[in-house]
């Protein structure tokens, strides 16, 4: 059978694989937990799982399988790669088609897992150890860019099977990427991640594959560990066990391959943090390997005096947010690009959102004098002392309302009567704080006259300034207009008082440079708040092609500041509360979905201002009119909303500990998935707490059933959000919910 693929190139060799789960029934056991195996395969192959995704339901159309598959795509005029394989094996038995994926799998596997320096092909593992023996001696271990002679050994080790095949054997001279583990014990100093690069000296097996020991040569002991958040720039890092960003699921004292296009993304991060490292790096590996480590992808999009951003949505524990991860997969389908006229475009957008396409349309056939009303956008600048007198207009607003409202706190004001000011919503981008070093280094840019970069608001009916995009500045600028940073005393030149060395404030500043500062003009860009989420962040996109994308949960939230936002933000505080990471809002996306879909089916009132079946053409227009509905119910009605999601996540969560299940997630996934999440919370709502306390064992039941179904995970894989999709859903779950009250006799 080697004849049939030696000539083929990896591309191809990928597409034969997708071709052959494509003739395979959705029921026939060798497609199970495909999606585990779409992700195995972009690690063999370095080809994203969504790519890989995209070509088996591409070819779905052409085989009696019981899928669908994208039987829009005609592949001969739109995929001639994917139409040439099809041409070729299409006719090929199940039989064959296996034969020939098994030795692609063999080629794939012998060069996904190894480096070759000097001549030899050494394999790639990693360890993540807890134990207070070997972790505290690693930790204790100097630090130093050169390479070290230090050895060490690691036992009660699981994972590695001596009978597994030949290139998965871990053997002497492989590499070791060692990782400090653990949670609370007292020994413990240091963060979990990686602290040491080591080399295989000595196997130590038994007849069973746990509790085996190792010897390992440290070569390279860093100087601080490398957390997963440190790599959450490095994307290639993000499937690799105890190091990378995915960590959940992954025990201590276990071994793991690392695949090669992680291992050099991670050689890269090291040199990246640690610059002294790169010659001990070159020798390691070898001068052929280094010159690789330039073409590492990073997503490093920040600006200079932008949010330091942690990537945290590249994190594998959310399915289904709207995140960057999903546009940079979508850049890598060598076929989208291919056909792609707008680059920028295809990252910053979803061109399979067809809410967006509707809207856009709608857009482009208005009279122009209507399309500059819809779209009012306009470009502004604003001095600091302007910026200064909107936002204490702001922050005397805040301390008179809190005064009157005693038992009030920040989040809970009513910014109805406030205008013309500059409100900065009290938890909006709080997980970004920049550092007095840079907040220095911005006041410095200031002083000298640098452009910074521009700033982003949107305008509420009330002509607030609402902060979306530059908050981290605005703060830096305000705390050295206040009193509250200072500059290094080198800046004692600029003073009044120029013999001291005392730090500098700005009352120490002369007259002329307090003006120079004051009067310093700032381009800002000024959306009005109507503009719903979707085409704000493509103004943003347009209008600063050098900052960094806002997801749209952000700009929502910026354009909705009231009660909405003070209740998610109230969930958003409760730790008990939280399933996925809170940073860039995705925690908050969830919780919204959730309520939208609870409203549709539990509130008239909404039910009356928002017909489901005749308005909805998108997520994102939904969302925006949920959160300028709870903003204009009362209090006691909000208060219920946040009851509502505690009991009911509290009351899964209980649930979920009788088989110590994963929080809604798919049957093979460690991640919680959205569309699980928000489906399964809407189907348990329209039961009492008390009833489903008393028969937790049956909920528990129903919800394995409904992960299970193979209808129901077709159905939240991709294009989710389509109408089509949601209704389907929505049938799905009254079904349900009557088959529980039947078992309940209700």
């Known amino acids: 059978m080697i004849n049939k693929i030696e000539n083929l190139d990896l591309k191809q060799r990928v597409q034969i694989i997708c071709l052959y789960f494509s003739r395979l029934e959705s029921k026939d056991l060798r497609r199970s937990k495909i999606i585990s195996r779409y992700r195995e395969l972009e690690v063999l192959s370095g080809i994203k799982a969504n790519t ?40 090929y038995s199940v039989g064959e088609l296996q034969e020939i994926v098994t030795e692609v799998y063999e080629t794939l596997d012998k060069n996904s897992y190894s480096l070759n320096i000097g001549g030899d092909d050494v394999y790639l593992y990693s360890i993540k150890t807890k134990k207070e023996e070997t972790s505290t001696s690693l930790y204790s271990l100097e630090d130093s860019p050169e390479i070290v002679n230090f050895t060490l050994r690691i036992d009660n080790l699981n994972r590695y099977n001596p009978r597994t095949s030949k290139n998965q ?14 949670d609370n014990e007292k020994w413990k100093r240091w963060e979990n991640g990686l602290t040491a690069v080591g080399k295989v000296e000595a196997i130590y097996t038994k007849d069973f594959i746990k509790d085996y020991e190792i010897e390992t040569k440290v070569l390279l002991k860093l100087p601080i560990e490398i957390t997963p958040s440190d790599l959450y720039y490095y994307p290639d890092t993000s499937n690799e066990f105890n190091i990378g960003p995915s960590l959940k699921g992954t025990p201590n004292q276990a071994i793991n391959r690392v695949s090669t296009k992680g291992a050099l993304s991670i050689f890269s991060a090291i040199c990246d943090i640690f610059p002294e490292y790169k010659n001990s790096i070159r020798r390691l590996i070898g001068d052929e390997n280094f010159l690789q480590l330039d ?17 945290t949505n590249l994190e594998l524990d959310f399915e289904g947010s709207d995140d960057l991860i999903d ?19 295809a990252l910053h957008m979803d061109r ?41 207009r702001f922050s005397g607003y805040e301390a008179e309302y809190l005064y009157i409202n005693k038992d009030k706190d920040s989040e809970g004001i009513n910014y109805s009567n406030l205008g013309d000011a500059l409100i900065l919503e009290p938890d909006f981008q709080r997980e970004y704080v920049w550092k007095k070093d840079k907040k220095q280094q911005l006041i410095d840019s200031l002083l000298l006259g640098i452009p910074i970069p521009t700033f982003y608001f949107s305008i509420d009916k009330n002509g607030n300034l609402l902060v979306v995009d530059g908050k ?45 500062l004051e009067d310093y003009p700032l381009t800002c860009y000024l959306v009005d708040s109507s503009v719903i989420p979707r085409f704000q962040n493509e103004i943003f996109m347009r209008v600063n092609r050098g900052g960094e994308r806002l997801t749209i949960q952000a700009i929502r939230n910026a354009s909705n500041v009231g009660k909405v936002t003070s209740l998610l933000n109230k969930i958003s505080k409760n730790k008990e509360l939280q399933i996925v990471p809170i940073k860039r809002k995705k925690d908050q996306y969830l919780v919204l979905r959730f309520f939208a879909y609870y409203l549709i089916h539990n509130s008239k009132v909404f039910n009356s201002i928002y017909n489901f079946e005749a308005e909805y053409n998108g997520i994102d227009n939904l969302l925006d009119k949920v959160m300028k509905y709870i903003n204009i119910i009362n209090d006691s009605e909000v208060s219920d909303l946040y009851s509502l999601y505690d009991k009911y996540l509290r009351i899964s969560k209980q649930m979920f500990g009788l088989k110590s299940y994963k929080d809604f997630s798919r049957i093979d996934s460690n991640s919680v998935n959205m569309v699980i999440f928000e489906s399964w919370m809407l189907l348990i709502s329209n039961f009492s707490i008390t009833v489903i306390e008393d028969k937790l064992e049956l909920f528990f039941n129903k919800y394995i059933e409904f992960v299970s179904d193979s209808k129901f995970v077709d159905n939240i894989l991709y294009r989710r959000d389509s109408k089509e999709k949601v209704l389907w859903r929505f049938n799905y779950i009254k079904k349900n919910v009557d088959d529980l009250k039947h078992k309940l006799g209700m």
């Open 169 to 182: 054997q871990l053997k002497v001279g492989d590499l070791l990427f060692l990782s400090l583990g653990g």
């Open 352 to 392: 399979s959102d067809e809410g967006y396409k509707a809207e856009k349309k709608e857009l482009m056939s208005l009279p122009a004098n209507e399309l500059k009303r819809k779209l009012s956008v306009t470009q502004r600048e604003l001095s600091i002392s302007d910026i200064k007198k909107f936002y204490d």
């Open 295 to 311: 073409k590492v992808p990073k997503l490093r999009t920040t600006g200079e005096y932008e949010e330091e951003t942690r990537r």
């Open 52 to 91: 890989i995704r995209q070509w088996t339901d591409s070819f779905d159309p052409y085989f009696d399988n019981g899928r669908k598959g994208y039987y829009q795509r005609d592949l001969e005029h739109s995929n001639k790669s994917l139409w040439n394989v099809y041409k070729k094996y299409g006719q």
């Open 327 to 345: 546009k940079v997969n979508l850049l890598s389908d060598e076929n989208y690009r291919e056909n792609s006229q707008d680059l920028e475009l």
């Open 472 to 516: 981290q500045r605005i703060n830096s600028i305000l705390e050295f207009l206040d009193g509250q940073l200072s500059l290094p005393p080198t800046y004692r030149f600029l003073c009044l008082d120029k013999e001291t060395t005392d730090e500098v404030y700005f009352s120490d500043l002369e007259s002329r440079i307090k003006r120079k």
